[in-house]
């Protein structure tokens, strides 16, 4: 007898689009995935920048708790890489080649900044939001001290889906007997 999953046909209470007030509430390392850009493979370590926003939900199990929105990023201060930009965005100043050399990402946790989010359509064709831009705080606006401050089960989920994690599980399998073929193991 077949199993089948389906979509329930819910749907979650959209984050509100334009200028929104926000604050990082935490940084996850969700290890090295393997991607396709311009028909070429590619490693990229990742991470994820979640933020809460000053918005509360209005709706469902979660009416009153504020949104929150996240963006994946490649783990790197390349002058083409994303985070580079957001984060000179964000911060209102370019890098200096000293910052270059690290920056700690765990620094921009409890910082304020605006978001400028923007509707997206989703591959199920859904409809849903995603950061187009980053800024400062507007001086003499109140910052925001987030409540949300434990990454949610989606992260841990990605991370076990890392290039290490996979490594460290095939590492195991060897030791104990079993393979990742083998079906009595856990998804």
Same mark, same amino acid.
């Given at each position: 007898?077949? !199993? +089948?999953?389906?979509? =329930?046909?819910?749907?979650?209470?959209?984050?509100?689009?334009?200028?929104?007030?926000?604050?990082?509430?935490?940084?996850?390392?969700? $290890?090295?995935?393997?991607?396709?850009?311009? *028909?070429?493979?590619?490693?990229?370590?990742?991470?994820?920048?979640?933020?809460?926003?000053?918005?509360?939900?209005?709706?469902?199990?979660? /009416?009153?708790?504020?949104?929150?929105?996240?963006?994946?990023? =490649?783990?790197?201060?390349?002058?083409?890489?994303?985070?580079?930009?957001?984060?000179? #965005?964000?911060? $209102?100043?370019?890098?200096? &080649?000293?910052?270059?050399? *690290?920056?700690?990402?765990?620094?921009?946790? *409890?910082?304020?900044?605006? !978001?400028?989010?923007?509707?997206?359509?989703?591959?199920? $064709?859904?409809?849903?939001?995603?950061?187009?831009?980053?800024?400062?705080?507007?001086? *003499?606006?109140?910052?925001?001290? #987030? +409540?949300? @401050? =434990?990454?949610?089960?989606?992260? /841990?989920?990605?991370?076990?889906?890392?290039?290490?994690?996979?490594?460290?599980?095939?590492?195991?399998?060897?030791?104990?007997? @079993? =393979? &990742?073929?083998?079906?009595?193991?856990?998804?």
């Amino acid at each position: 007898m077949a !199993l +089948i999953a389906k979509s =329930t046909g819910e749907s979650f209470e959209l984050a509100p689009t334009g200028n929104q007030q926000a604050v990082c509430a935490f940084v996850c390392d969700i $290890g090295t995935h393997k991607s396709t850009y311009q *028909g070429k493979e590619l490693e990229r370590h990742q991470v994820v920048v979640c933020w809460e926003l000053a918005e509360k939900m209005t709706k469902g199990e979660y /009416a009153g708790k504020p949104f929150m929105l996240s963006k994946f990023y =490649t783990l790197s201060l390349n002058e083409k890489a994303s985070l580079r930009h957001d984060l000179d #965005a964000w911060r $209102g100043i370019a890098f200096t &080649p000293e910052e270059l050399k *690290g920056f700690d990402l765990e620094k921009i946790i *409890g910082a304020n900044c605006l !978001l400028n989010i923007i509707e997206s359509d989703r591959q199920d $064709g859904s409809k849903g939001r995603k950061i187009a831009s980053i800024s400062p705080l507007i001086k *003499g606006m109140p910052k925001l001290k #987030a +409540i949300n @401050t =434990t990454p949610p089960a989606w992260i /841990a989920e990605k991370r076990a889906q890392s290039i290490e994690a996979l490594e460290s599980f095939g590492e195991t399998a060897q030791n104990n007997g @079993t =393979t &990742p073929e083998d079906p009595t193991l856990p998804f």
